[in-house]
C-alpha cells in the first residue's frame, strides 16, 4: 500500500509557473513508477507525466511537453511536477499516482487525493 498526498496547488498567472510535490508513504516508494494526471470541470481525467523507478526516464502528453518537468527524490519519498509558462487551460485538480508497468503503459494502482490549479489573471 502507498499513499500519497499532494500539495502545492493555488492561483497562478498565464505565464507564470508552479511547482507541485507528492509525498508517498507506507511502501517502498523508490520501487514504483511515479505519474500526475489531471481534471478539469466536465472532462476526463487525462495524464500529464510519469517518471520511472529511478527517475532514469520520463514521459509527457504532448500538451505540457517543453513546459512541464516531473522528478523526483527517492530519498525524501517525493515527486514533483513544475509547471512553467502556464496557460489557462491548464486548470484542473492534480493528482499523483503510483504504479508498475512500461513507463509509456503503466499499470496505475495507488492515488493521491489531488490539488487544485487555477490559471487565471
Known amino acids: 500500500q502507498v499513499q500519497l498526498v499532494e500539495s502545492g496547488g493555488g492561483l497562478v498567472q498565464p505565464g507564470g509557473s508552479l511547482r507541485l510535490s507528492c509525498a508517498a508513504s507506507?511502501?517502498?516508494?523508490?520501487?514504483?513508477?511515479m505519474g500526475w494526471f489531471r481534471q478539469a470541470p466536465g472532462k476526463e481525467r487525462e495524464f500529464v507525466a510519469a517518471i520511472s523507478w529511478n527517475g532514469g526516464s520520463t514521459y509527457y502528453a504532448d500538451s505540457v511537453k517543453g513546459r512541464f518537468t516531473i522528478s523526483r527524490d527517492n530519498a525524501k519519498n517525493t515527486v514533483y511536477l513544475q509547471m512553467n509558462t502556464v496557460k489557462p487551460e491548464d486548470t484542473a485538480a492534480y493528482y499523483c499516482?503510483?504504479?508498475?508497468?512500461?513507463?509509456?503503459?503503466?499499470?496505475?494502482?495507488?492515488w493521491g487525493q489531488g490539488t487544485q490549479v487555477t490559471v487565471a489573471s
Open positions: 507506507g511502501s517502498t516508494f523508490s520501487v514504483y513508477n
Open positions: 499516482a503510483a504504479g508498475w508497468g512500461s513507463i509509456t503503459d503503466v499499470k496505475w494502482d495507488y
